[in-house]
């Protein structure tokens, strides 16, 4: 990371903007063999292991109890991350002096509506949802084909051994593409940097150095919550997933650390049939940066055009993207949609999404991170009352690149 901050910044300094445009598309090609390479095996990743999962726990009553349990952990965390980017972003006025008359054109983002929450949700055929990597799609036809192979008992049991195999192969394909997880990151944030250089991050250093802050203090709670609940410690938790909160940082995105995150979750103690259940899960219904992020961003453009908003519209407001959010994929930039969908609503001019597009790389590092941090605790938790033991500790030497035991 380090090296590829400086890098970039030499390269802004020492070349014309189209040479770093250059040089920066070129970089960009690792990156994106990167993404592409981790997108190849989410799909089969999320069906093997989900499916093997719900198969496994033997009947649909256990399977339900779990699923109230997570999503009860997701409502939650949703609100509080909710409620603590509409204060911060109520205390701080991170838009307040701005006094905006107009904005470019956002760009052909499109709301989010309840017929396309569908679409989103039910599968028209597993295949093209495989295809598109629409992973809340594969959950439902993981959901069904688990009951389906449990209520079948020992006949399906050669096709739960297949997909446990299926499994292990791809667990195998997750650490040879991780290998290229160093040069990545060196190339994400070279490409970024060699571009924008420090003067963007400084136009806008006051929203984001607030927004940061706003996070620091969400994982704070997050941390807190899976050691008061879980009994996971906060420090290891953060050596534990020290890679795959790197990967989503540095990448702004939530599935390219999907893979590892299931490895740390099953070589931290979490039974393989909760973290293979609940993870899947998390990424379509737990985004915690993203909920803090867009009730921060909407109220941020509020402010930036002088838009007042009462307590009963703020709190509509918050119902409206607790509603909105869900189903919205874990990927780069998603949330613009969703934050754009909101401020019509409000009379607020969605023009005003153009005013984080272009930093909108240096926000989606925090909130993606966030996503995956949040997940993990989540499936820690799940576990936990799953299982009604605490886990104080567990190694973290098992931890390690190549590795869930």
């Given at each position: ?5 400086l890098?970039?910044?030499l ?6 903007p189209?040479?770093?445009q250059a040089i ?29 999962a719900v198969?496994r ?12 349990r ?11 991350s909710?409620?603590?980017?509409a ?8 838009g ?7 904005a ?6 499109q709301?989010?509506?309840?017929a396309g929450?569908?679409d989103h949700?039910?599968?028209a ?15 439902v036809?993981?959901l ?19 997909l ?7 667990f ?15 190339c994400a944030l ?13 136009g806008y ?5 607030e927004?940061?802050l706003a ?8 941390l807190?919550?899976g ?8 420090a290891?938790?953060?050596a534990?997933m ?20 299931l490895?740390?979750?099953e070589a931290?103690?979490v ?53 909105a ?11 613009l ?5 909101t ?5 607020i ?21 966030t ?5 993990y ?5 799940v ?19 190549g590795?869930?035991?």
């Amino acid at each position: 990371m380090a090296l590829g901050l400086l890098v970039g910044l030499l390269l802004h300094a020492l070349l014309t903007p189209v040479h770093a445009q250059a040089i920066a598309d070129g970089l960009s090609l690792v990156t994106r063999a990167f993404l592409r390479l981790i997108q190849m095996i989410i799909a089969p990743l999320v069906f093997s292991t989900l499916t093997a999962a719900v198969a496994r726990t033997g009947d649909a009553r256990g399977i339900g109890r779990m699923g109230l349990r997570a999503l009860g952990w997701f409502l939650g965390a949703s609100v509080v991350s909710l409620l603590l980017g509409a204060g911060a972003a109520l205390w701080l006025k991170p838009g307040a002096g701005l006094h905006l008359q107009a904005a470019a054109p956002a760009g052909p983002l499109q709301p989010l509506t309840a017929a396309g929450f569908v679409d989103h949700l039910v599968p028209a055929s597993i295949v093209d949802a495989m295809a598109r990597n629409e992973v809340l799609q594969v959950v439902v036809f993981s959901l069904f084909a688990g009951i389906a192979m449990a209520g079948l008992g020992d006949r399906a049991g050669r096709l739960l051994q297949l997909l446990e195999e299926v499994a292990a192969v791809t667990f195998r394909i997750v650490d040879m593409v991780m290998a290229l997880a160093p040069p990545a990151v060196f190339c994400a944030l070279a490409a970024a940097t060699a571009v924008q250089g420090l003067e963007l991050v400084g136009g806008y250093a006051r929203f984001l150095g607030e927004f940061y802050l706003a996070l620091v203090v969400l994982w704070v709670l997050i941390l807190g919550a899976g050691w008061a609940v879980a009994g996971r410690s906060p420090a290891r938790v953060i050596a534990a997933m020290r890679q795959p909160l790197l990967i989503a940082f540095s990448t702004t995105s939530s599935e390219a650390a999907y893979p590892r995150t299931l490895e740390v979750l099953e070589a931290s103690g979490v039974r393989g049939r909760v973290a293979s259940f609940v993870l899947p899960l998390g990424y379509a219904f737990n985004l915690d940066g993203a909920m803090l992020y867009a009730t921060f961003a909407v109220l941020f453009i509020a402010q930036a055009y002088g838009v007042a908003m009462s307590g009963g519209q703020v709190a509509l407001m918050l119902l409206m993207l607790l509603a909105a959010s869900k189903g919205v994929a874990a990927v780069p930039r998603a949330v613009l949609v969703v934050v754009a969908a909101t401020l019509p609503a409000f009379h607020i001019p969605a023009a005003g999404v153009a005013l984080l597009v272009g930093i909108d790389h240096l926000l989606d590092m925090g909130r993606s991170a966030t996503n995956v941090l949040g997940n993990y605790v989540a499936a820690c938790v799940v576990d936990h009352f799953e299982n009604g033991t605490p886990h104080s500790s567990f190694p973290l030497t098992s931890i390690e690149p190549g590795g869930a035991e």
